[in-house]
């Protein structure tokens, strides 16, 4: 079974001043990279969806894309409409997602989104939820329904919990919300650190 990754560094960083919020130092190596390390033993092929800086990132990873130009600047949605027309991508059996701004993802994230897969045979997509919120932005799909991301940001819906709903996607529960903590500003990198 192939399960390849992508890992969604593409925002425009509003947050965090504009800049590129996977390149940002969190204890002393850059955001995106914390994440590689929590994922590289999960999966068989890391791909990198970005919007600019594509050199660094391609120092991570050889696959790295930016989001087509028809879709630029619509959030998450453009990262999945953008791949939906991967070639490489389209090879695996399950797609890991996940943002590049979460560096402490649990080791077993992909081990329980599998054990949930093969509970559910007949599901197509996950996402996580841990005691506090939904994760829409981690989640684990078949390749082949990224296609129909496409005709739902065309249709004027941007978020990826609709697109979730839409594609009937299961929750898989996590008990610690420090697996998902994110980091959208200076402030938050600061604090961490």
């Not at 390849?4 to 390149?23: C, F």
């Not at 829409?136 to 496409?150: K, V």
């Not at 004027?156 to 919300?177: C, E, I, K, N, P």
Request: net charge positive; charged share 20%; aromatic share 8%.
């Amino acid at each position: 079974m192939k399960i390849y990754a992508l890992i969604l560094s593409g925002g425009q960083g509003k947050r965090v001043g504009g800049t590129d919020k996977g390149l940002l130092p969190l204890r002393g190596k850059p955001l995106i990279d914390h994440v590689i390390g929590r994922i590289r033993q999960q999966v068989d092929h890391i791909a990198i969806s970005a919007n600019r800086n594509l050199e660094a990132y391609a120092e991570r990873s050889p696959h790295v894309f930016a989001d087509a130009r028809q879709w630029q600047h619509l959030g998450p949605l453009a990262a999945l409409c953008t791949a939906a027309n991967d070639l490489q991508l389209a090879k695996a059996d399950w797609l890991l997602i996940v943002s590049c701004d979460m560096p402490e993802l649990p080791p077993d994230l992909v081990a329980r989104f599998l054990e949930m897969a093969r509970r559910t045979p007949l599901c197509n997509a996950f996402y996580v939820e841990t005691p506090v919120r939904p994760q829409y932005s981690i989640m684990f799909i078949r390749p082949q329904i990224l296609q129909s991301a496409i005709p739902y940001l065309y249709s004027g819906m941007r978020t990826l919990r609709g697109w979730l709903q839409q594609q009937r996607a299961r929750v898989v529960h996590f008990d610690s919300d420090g697996d998902f903590v994110n980091y959208n500003t200076p402030e938050e990198l600061q604090q961490s650190e």
